[in-house]
């Protein structure tokens, strides 16, 4: 479950490994407790170590597939290979559908608004409309595309949002938690569009928004994040940026017997993983930290 950085300081010794290995623990007892199926997949963007914990299992994604739809969409946009960010849209009676808490609010003929508004209605309150027009405009074909090309072959985009004939008929959507880790670190190492555009995806994607993970984590951590809902299953994957030690998170439950227990176990999670990061990013090799307020202690 749990695999080691490429390198060791030595003055670190085995130190930061015992922190690991705690956190995997706590994860493992929130398993116990979870009346469902747990996947987990961690990545320190600093060091490369890694831990999974039932992460090639595939989940139904919810919204948290979202974040590939997006990453097309600035693809497009930084390569001027189709959609773009500032390209205008008029809202459309028959593009309408639940779950749309701004979009169902827009003057159908009238209302004109970018692709940019639509990607934001997406994050912040994963507004189902807008994300199906953004499918349609850049094209469900090359979503699945481009995670092919990132070697995301189980990460799949087969249904819009709120399609439920095509959920009955077994076509979910879906993704195993290392890949959603993959996809982020690769839009966080501009491995899909350049470092500009990767940086505006993950403004993008801090959006302040209702998930999981922001219940999990002090108000003043950024989380570039999207969750993901539906009855029996909670998601939620993104980059939580610990001081000085940002890391990759995905969590996807489903069989859940309540989904609020889903949720508070992601929260959980998010924050066990938060503070520990939080603590490797402030201490020294040694493990001493030094705050402002403590600098004159010996």
Do not use: C
């Not at 969409?73 to 008029?90: H, N, V």
């Not at 949720?263 to 201490?283: P, Q, V």
């Amino acid at each position: 479950m749990l695999a080691q950085s490429a390198s060791q300081n030595p003055a670190s010794g085995q130190k930061p490994q015992l922190l690991w290995q705690k956190l995997e623990q706590t994860i493992g007892d929130i398993d116990h407790q979870l009346d469902g199926v747990l996947g987990v997949a961690i990545l320190d963007l600093t060091t490369g170590q890694t831990f999974f914990y039932n992460a090639d299992e595939i989940y139904p994604t919810a919204s948290s597939i979202k974040i590939a739809v997006l990453t097309e969409l600035y693809r497009q946009s930084q390569t001027g290979s189709g959609a773009k960010l500032s390209d205008l849209y008029t809202v459309r009676k028959e593009d309408l559908v639940p779950d749309s808490d701004i979009m169902g609010g827009l003057t159908p003929g009238v209302t004109r608004i970018t692709n940019r508004d639509l990607a934001t209605m997406v994050v912040a309150v994963s507004d189902n409309s807008a994300t199906n027009v953004l499918i349609d405009r850049v094209g469900m074909e090359n979503i699945n595309a481009m995670l092919d090309s990132l070697g995301l072959h189980q990460t799949r985009l087969r249904r819009k949002m709120m399609d439920i004939n095509a959920a009955k008929e077994g076509r979910e959507n879906v993704a195993t938690p290392r890949q959603l880790m993959q996809l982020l670190e690769a839009i966080y190492r501009a491995k899909v569009v350049n470092k500009q555009t990767s940086d505006e995806l993950l403004q993008m994607l801090s959006t302040h928004k209702d998930s999981a993970f922001r219940r999990g984590l002090p108000d003043y951590v950024r989380a570039a994040d999207k969750p993901g809902e539906l009855e029996a299953v909670r998601n939620d994957s993104g980059i939580i940026y610990a001081a000085n030690r940002p890391f990759v998170l995905s969590v996807m439950t489903t069989y859940l017997r309540r989904e609020k227990d889903g949720e508070d176990a992601i929260a959980k999670i998010a924050y066990a993983a938060w503070e520990m990061f939080d603590r490797l990013g402030r201490a020294s090799d040694y493990g001493r930290v030094v705050s402002p307020a403590n600098s004159s202690n010996p």
